[in-house]
């Protein structure tokens, strides 16, 4: 099973070969082993493939290069799944760009009956962060299976990973880039967080660093994830509408909360709803209504609020320091208390859990 493993990993390294023509080449000779044990000429004959790609497909180098893939996530605790595999996502699979191999390290919950996807801006708002923390929060007193998927990028992403994570959901970060790295580095925190609650997942291999396009190809594996995609603020162009876009495209349903008229971080949520690209969305009953979600009759217990919190010897000194901003950088505060960045940040994520502080565009932070 590895040996084929290892020849599906060495077929989505050839360049130029996406998902739908690796497939291609699967059917057309039987296995991916098969790709690689085909003459060239052989290859070459295959519609859309050509000499060149076929010259491609019988170099060496690749098998080689997929095996100290393998070895790396052996290393490092990543799980692979193949498109073959019963464990890959059912809903990606129903997807015609799904890759060939999705790489993941963390808990694998990648099939509960509940996962919607939550995307926005990067610069989110306090109204943006509102919404989406409330609506975590609604989410998690009812439904503590639903997975929160998103992206792990700065705004609307951080935010719901952050809010599902204080709520006890599970939540999946899609990557674009491979697991070697975190991207944005201030986010690292947050995700070790979400290997514990959920997992880091992404279809590039260990060698490729973030990449603008490969931002772009991503969205589809967030969208295809998920029963739904729900937009909660965004501009009139955006990552989140292109992730929008394609979920609508492989037939998802897809939300938008609005926004107040001429503001600029709504225009693309209200752009949608007015052109029926996505219902309108206000809290969780219009999310129940839209896909068909039931409450058990008795409901689940209510959950006791933590009215007071203990803090620590530094967070009371980073509270206190924070008591005379209206807002602060990470860097300023590093310099301001003679911490160094890594201190600081660690204090700040655990005030953040505890709805204490807040994030904000910028890096900047500023007490609730």
Known sequence: MEEELKYLLAL??????????????????????????????ILRKIPGIGSTLAARAVSGDLLHKAEREIQFCRKNKISILDYYSDQYPARLKNCTDAPLILFYKGKYCFNSMKMISMVGTRRASSYGIDRCENFIKEISEVYQDCIIVSGLAY?????????????????????GHGLHTIYPSQHRNVALKIIENGCLCSDFASDMNPERNNFIKRNRI????????????????GGALITADIAGSYNRDVFA???????????????????????????????EYFLGWERGEDGP???QKILFTELSDDEEILVAALKDEDKISLDSLSIKLDWPVSRVSSVLLNLEFEGIIRN?????????
């Open 360 to 368: 904000y565009p910028g890096n900047c932070y500023k007490l609730v």
């Open 222 to 237: 967030i969208a295809g994830l998920t029963d739904a995609t729900i937009v909660v603020e965004s501009g009139i162009k």
């Open 257 to 287: 909360f609005p926004g107040r008229v001429k503001d600029e971080k709504s225009m693309g949520c209200n752009a949608m709803i007015k052109f029926n690209k996505a219902g309108l969305i206000e809290g969780l009953k219009d999310l």
């Open 301 to 303: 217990p209510p959950r």
């Open 155 to 175: 705004g609307i992403d951080y935010q719901s990973h952050l809010a599902a994570l204080k709520n006890n959901l599970n939540t999946i970060a899609v990557l």
């Open 12 to 41: 989505t390294m050839i360049p130029s070969v996406g998902p739908l023509t690796a497939k291609k080449l699967i059917v057309y000779t039987g296995s991916a082993s098969a790709v690689f044990r085909e003459k060239k000429h």
